[in-house]
């Protein structure tokens, strides 16, 4: 099994069984995020302690990337501090978006880097990052335009 087939497989896995789905009890922040290009809405629910994610969940629907952006995101990211998921975040766009073929160490999020080579997938692979991140800096509806 070459490596993209295995990150392939690791996309559909989540995509089929997403980890963290539902709605989340005692949510502090939430936010719904549109990506109109492709139609995937995604809403991800809070839970803050301080400043850590104590938990996080999301819903809606999407395709099979921002499916599997949003299980993994919420299963990385939780635990963490805030400023440690953003930052996460940052360099996890930046993985999705340069050029160049740096190995970055982000783990299984490693896997969505390939969408690179996809930009209209890029947004797909960041909206719920971009919702979780609209979240926690107050509500309201994240868009990837
Ligand atoms: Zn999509």
Redesign the pocket.
């Known amino acids: 099994m070459s490596l993209d087939e295995l990150y392939q497989e690791i996309i559909l896995d989540h995509g089929r069984r997403p980890r963290n789905f539902g709605e989340l009890d005692g949510m502090t922040h939430e936010a719904e995020g549109f990506?109109p290009?492709?139609?995937?809405q995604v809403r991800v629910h809070v839970l803050l302690n301080g400043d850590r994610i104590e938990d996080i969940r999301f819903s809606g629907k999407?395709?099979?990337?921002?499916t599997a952006s949003a299980s993994m995101m919420t299963q990385i990211v939780k635990g963490m501090t805030v400023e440690e998921a953003f930052e996460l975040f940052e360099r996890f766009r930046k993985a999705v978006t340069s050029d160049s073929d740096g190995e970055e160490d982000l783990g299984e999020l490693g896997c969505l880097t390939g969408v690179r080579r996809f930009p209209t997938?890029v947004?797909?692979a960041t909206?719920a990052w971009h919702a979780m991140k609209t979240a926690i800096a107050g509500g309201g509806k994240a868009t990837t335009e």
């Open positions: 990506n290009l492709c139609g995937d999407g395709c099979a990337i921002s997938r947004k797909c909206l």
